[in-house]
Nanobody, 123 residues
Framework: QVQLVESGGGLVQAGGSLRLSCALS????????MAWFRQAPGKEREFVAA????????YYADSVKGRFTISRDNAKNTMSLQMNTLKPEDTAVYYC????????????????WGQGTQVTVSS
């Protein structure tokens, strides 16, 4: 019913910035909590950031706090992740996810997922 498509990934040098976007398509609603997760090869998927469906609260992993900013535009059914001061350890496939109403930091709580976008940070 709900489809998510990520964009904005790419290759940047350490210290640089990228802005990821996630667009909802198909039957969409504004009342979905949304989040970003990432997964590096050989590692488990980990939480990055989340935002409530109203956009009134945000949550961040300690590893990205102060560097990444999550936001959403419900009128356009989009969500963004501004990533600044990127580090090589930020290299991963980044996934956007959505769940009706409730925000969470665990991957299994989210019902809808995008296919991911690659972020590579070189030294």
């Amino acid at each position: 019913q709900v489809q998510l498509v990520e964009s904005g990934g790419g290759l940047v040098q350490a210290g640089g910035s990228l802005r990821l976007s996630c667009a909802l398509s198909g039957r969409t609603f504004s009342n979905y909590a949304m989040a970003w997760f990432r997964q590096a090869p050989g590692k488990e998927r980990e939480f990055v950031a989340a935002i409530t469906w109203r956009g009134d609260s945000t949550y961040y992993a300690d590893s990205v706090k102060g560097r990444f900013t999550i936001s959403r535009d419900n009128a356009k059914n989009t969500m963004s992740l501004q990533m600044n001061t990127l580090k090589p350890e930020d290299t991963a496939v980044y996934y956007c996810a959505a769940e009706f109403l409730l925000v969470a930091t665990q991957a299994h709580e989210y019902e809808y997922w995008g296919q991911g976008t690659q972020v590579t940070v070189s030294s």
